[in-house]
């Protein structure tokens, strides 16, 4: 099971911290993604932390967010920062590659002033 949280409504340049907690007992040995889903578009990968605690990010995100995990909490995050309108859409973590099970309901984050 996978909860994603933290999502919100903020002005362009502002920050939003996302939280997702995996129910897994092998958490740490798999590398996990935030992908993001908006309106009219399809899922696109954001941002991977692997199982060593390498990041790597979309070219659309990368020096404004940070993926980061915490092993002993089974928990990924993703900071948000300079937020644009264009990065408004529902957000989901999962295994990268992605599993199909561990889709859950995503959090949604809006950026509109």
């Known amino acids: 099971q996978v909860v994603e949280s933290g999502g919100g409504m903020v002005q362009p340049g502002g920050s939003l911290r996302l939280s997702c907690v995996v129910s897994?007992?092998?958490?740490?040995?798999?590398?996990m993604g935030w992908f993001r889903q908006a309106p009219g578009k399809e899922r696109e990968l954001v941002a991977t932390?692997?199982?060593?605690?390498?990041?790597i990010y979309a070219a659309s995100v990368k020096g404004r967010f940070t993926i980061s995990r915490d092993n002993a909490k089974n928990t990924v995050y993703l900071q948000m920062n300079s937020l644009k309108p264009e990065d408004t859409a529902v957000y989901y973590c999962?295994?990268?590659?992605?599993?199909?099970?561990?889709w859950g309901k995503g959090t949604l984050v809006t950026v509109s002033s």
């Open positions: 897994e007992l092998t958490f740490s040995n798999y590398n």
């Open positions: 999962n295994r990268n590659p992605p599993t199909e099970a561990y």
């Open positions: 932390v692997t199982w060593r605690g390498f990041d």
